[in-house]
Antibody, heavy 119, light 111 residues
């Protein structure tokens, strides 16, 4: 069965960077995109960007351009999302989700990673 | 890219039907049939309930249905059950640099 397993909670100081991982299993990693979506505490969902594990091609949401970096390691079926220059309002749960070039939705999700940016 | 607009809350009694609206613009919901709906229970990851406006993934109850008219998409839950109590989010493909936009979310309460 398809599974996306994310790394554990992180606490960072404002101005620092955080890197969250998302390990895929149960399917061919290179065949599907990995999207990143965040949810501020008690708030709605926000699309951050996606990576094509096969080509390495990336699309970032305009809001996060310049602060977010998405990468992947196909040898271990893992995608990464790094957010730099953290601010207190970056405190949120970050989800990875599976997508594709031939469908326009997110069919499987990771369990979420809480990132807290606090001094 | 602004968030799609959903009502903050909708409620209904067990067995009733409720409908959640999701209003976008002619740049997202109005032009693409790539509207999806997600159910999220507290502390859990979202779960895909409807894709491409009105299609249900395997395993999702046929009590959930979707539709679209103009810039507004809708999710209807019929035969409301206690476990349907959750937050629901719509999403649309936009084709712009910010490829996807989500709705503001709707809390469904089963009375």
């Amino acid at each position: 069965q398809v599974q996306l397993v994310q790394s554990g909670a992180e606490v960072k100081k404002p101005g620092a960077s955080v890197k969250v991982s998302c390990k895929a299993s149960g399917y061919t990693f290179s065949d599907y995109y990995i999207h990143w979506v965040r949810q501020s505490l008690g708030q709605g969902l926000e699309w951050m960007g996606r990576i094509n594990p096969n080509s390495g091609g990336i699309n970032y949401a305009q809001k996060f351009q310049g602060r977010v970096t998405m990468t992947r390691d196909t040898s271990i079926s893992t995608a990464y999302m790094q957010l730099s220059k953290l601010r207190s309002d970056d405190t949120a749960v970050y989800f990875c989700a599976r997508g594709s070039s031939w469908f326009f939705y997110f069919d499987h999700w990771g369990q979420g990673t809480l990132v807290t940016a606090s001094s | 890219q602004s968030a799609l607009t959903q009502p903050a809350s909708v409620s209904g009694s067990p067995g009733q039907s409720i409908t959640i609206s999701c209003t976008g613009t002619s740049s997202d919901v109005g032009i693409y049939n790539h509207v999806s709906w997600y159910q999220q229970h507290p502390g859990k990851a979202p779960k895909l309930m409807i894709y491409d406006v009105s299609n249900r993934p395997s395993g999702v109850s046929n009590r959930f249905s979707g539709s679209k008219s103009g810039n507004t998409a809708s999710l209807t839950i019929s035969g409301l059950q206690a476990d349907d109590e959750a937050d629901y989010y719509c999403s649309s493909y936009t084709g712009s640099s910010t490829l996807y936009v989500f709705g503001t979310g709707t809390k469904v309460t089963v009375l």
